[in-house]
């Protein structure tokens, strides 16, 4: 089936596609905006522990089939593995994240400059600095809803507008984290969170829900691009969102330009839809592989892979830290927890590129604080019991977001013979974290157990980094943008070389992560790609 | 009712869509010995005989034995009181169909392997020999021979993970009755998380 030509496609509505599909749409341009899945709502059904274990709305497993590649004493071993946190509903991530709203620090866009050469990483510096996506920090904070105070973080780029929405007041657990924290001589600040402290864009402001991350907020006062950015874009007339579709293949022009792509519908019947502009938005592990799916006489391996860079340096973050129980109860259960922060070890630590951002965990219910014990705590009988009555109002930990280094083995590729229910080659995942990010969790730990213990822990035990592929959440890196077409995928505003009217607008043209959670980054750059082709589309 | 008034909890009556063929041959070997006018009845006694969807009356006697060793009761209720048994029957028609036989096997093989041992079934030994023998369980230490159809290790792991799922999840999914572990936590209602 055909459809009327459109000026722009934008495929995913997740934190990026959300973003440049509204700023298109509201600059005129008739923008088609593709999402898998489909809206998701709040009810009561889904405020459930153990169902949001499971995922708010599970991604059809039999449909989505995903290998990775283990490297085993016998060499290398193909075993299927699931999809992570990669979202599958409109507003993607953003609907359930648990809303912190970062900007990136200076240092994070020169890790090349900042740190030199690290071997056998792809350290590099990103081909824009933070000033040059300061005004569009600005404007995602503005537009999706940001509650925040930087006075207190002397380590945060400058900004030059204020956050539109007062910081969140910390909790009793805060203050014990703030004040230890002081005694060290370190630096707490609230975290920035894509939440409502006061009433804002026509939604109320935040219940303290008891558990926000992983749950849709039942008073619509998280703000993602399913409630702020994807609504505008609706009413402008100009943008048409087809939910229940599946987009299988770029469609190649003689011309050596996109003309659009093909997808499925609900009903699994496939369409055309053509466009001046294609943008992918479809997360770190979905984009590579449309692109990789594609291929022409000029791009034989994949759209924009001449070089091979297309699905490599997949990375998200390391996370690490350290947990501990206390002889008195430390908190109450007001939602949503992780209320401060302290920013002092993401960069300049001696003998450690780059660092993390240390805050205090998220609440969680007692299913999940069953599954946290320290290491040599039996996992059943009485004693697992006692432990679930006594300390479940004495527990915190806390969790460091550790900056990985890319590496060229930690990839995304395409199946050479398994295809997905649509008939597309599926992803494979390959590679892992690289060995200095464990000497980076170690380090990170180390500080955790200090402020641990400074706060007046009884009992601390160390969370360690985990091993393995890092396609879960945060993941990004696999299209990186960049001057240089044989070092990169697609130049500083996501165009991929050598076709100019093919974007890429997710985490995976991030060259690096930073130490931070990266949706706010995702939504900076879409404003700023989004500026950009409306400027060229004139 | 429950508070989400979404779906009825009943256990007893419905007929069973994984009408299982051992169960049926257990109900028939049963049945046979009190006398042959009892099989005109078959469906309506057959209901009787086991409430559970999946789980035949003796399975479910060693799976609730197993379960109130992963959570005792103590002063607070453990995980029979809790009918954790409930949660995991329901589960193993939906969400963990794939544990079904694992569940079977895993059953069968303990068994076996308390009566070589141990001259009884498992459910009969006084607790702490349970708790001795989960223990070599977890560890994949019973005698090899009986466990030719599950691996030990897993299905220890497979009934602690969904015994904890059904004692400390909301009692919508057929255990923590009563929220009893939330009442023991001193979690307050409304039990909305």
Known sequence: ?538 | MNPWGSEKLVFCGVPSSNFHSMERRAFIKNTALIGGGMLATYSCTERETSSYYFFTVTEASCVIAICEQIIPADKEPGATDAEVINYIDRELRHIYKQHQKLYRNGIAALQASCKQLKGELFEDLPFDEQTALLIDMEKSKLPKTNWRDAKQGAFFQTIRKHTIEGFYSNPQHGGNKDHVSFEMMRIEPPYLF
Request: glycine fraction near 10%; charge should be neutral.
């Open chain 1, 1 to 538: 089936m055909k459809h009327k030509h459109a000026d722009a496609i934008v495929v995913g509505a997740g934190a990026g596609g959300g973003v440049v599909a509204k700023e298109l749409a509201v600059n005129g341009l008739q923008t088609v905006l593709f999402e898998r899945g489909g809206w998701v709502k709040y009810d009561g059904k889904i405020h459930d522990e153990l169902l949001k274990s499971r995922g708010v709305l599970p991604i059809d497993r039999k449909k989505n089939p995903r290998v990775l590649i283990k490297e085993t004493e016998d060499g290398e071993v193909e075993v299927p593995t699931g999809i992570g946190h990669t979202g599958y509903n409109v507003g993607s991530g953003t609907v359930n994240y648990g809303a912190m709203a970062w900007r990136f620090m200076r240092e994070d866009f020169k890790m090349k400059s900042t740190y030199g050469e690290v071997k056998t990483t792809t350290l590099a510096d990103w081909p824009i600095s933070y000033d040059d996506l300061e005004p569009y920090y600005e404007k995602a904070e503005w537009e999706i809803g940001v509650a925040g105070d930087a006075s207190n973080n002397p380590f945060a780029a400058p900004r030059k507008k204020e956050y539109p929405m007062p910081a969140f007041k910390t909790s009793e657990l805060g203050e014990l984290f703030s004040d230890a924290c002081k005694r060290l001589g370190l630096h707490p600040f609230p975290v920035p969170m894509a939440r409502n402290s006061v009433p804002y864009n026509n939604r109320s402001s935040c219940i303290q829900n008891r558990i926000c991350l992983t749950s849709v907020c039942p008073v619509d006062a998280k703000n993602g691009t399913h409630n702020t950015v994807i609504p505008v874009g609706i009413e402008s007339g100009n943008l048409d969102l087809r939910i229940h579709t599946q987009v299988t293949k770029v469609v190649m022009g003689d011309n050596g330009k996109a003309i659009g792509i093909k997808y499925y519908d609900k009903n699994d019947l496939e369409h055309f839809q053509s466009a001046d502009i294609v943008v992918i938005a479809a997360s770190a592990t979905e984009t590579p592989r449309l692109l990789l799916t594609t291929t022409t006489a000029k791009f034989p391996n994949g759209l924009g892979n001449n070089y091979g860079w297309v699905g490599r340096n997949l990375q998200s973050h390391a996370y690490c830290g350290a947990a501990g129980t206390f002889p008195k109860d430390i908190h109450s259960w007001n939602g949503p927890g992780a209320t401060m922060a302290i920013a002092d070890y993401n960069h300049h630590n001696e003998g450690i590129v780059g660092g993390a951002s240390i805050h205090y965990d998220f609440h969680f219910g007692p299913l999940r604080f069953a599954k946290r014990r320290p290491p040599w705590e039996p996992t059943w009988g009485l004693t697992h019991k006692e432990f679930q009555r006594e300390n479940f109002y004495r527990y915190t930990n806390l969790r460091c977001c550790v900056q990985e280094m890319p590496n060229f083995n930690s990839r995304v590729f395409i199946h050479k013979t398994k295809k997905d229910y649509w008939g597309m080659p599926i992803v494979g995942l390959a590679g892992e974290r690289h060995p200095l990010d464990f000497k980076h969790c170690d380090f990170m730990s180390d500080r955790s157990e200090e402020i641990l213990k400074e706060a007046g822990a009884n009992r601390i035990w160390r969370v360690p980094g985990k091993k393995g592929n890092p396609a879960m959440v945060h993941q990004a890196g696999t299209c990186r943008m960049g001057d240089d077409p044989t070092t990169s995928v697609t130049n500083r505003y996501g165009q991929v070389h050598g076709i100019d009217n093919l974007y890429v607008g997710d985490a995976s043209t991030h060259v690096t992560n930073s130490g931070f959670n990266p949706s706010l980054t995702i939504m900076a750059l879409g404003f700023r790609m989004a500026e950009h082709i409306v400027e060229k589309f004139k």
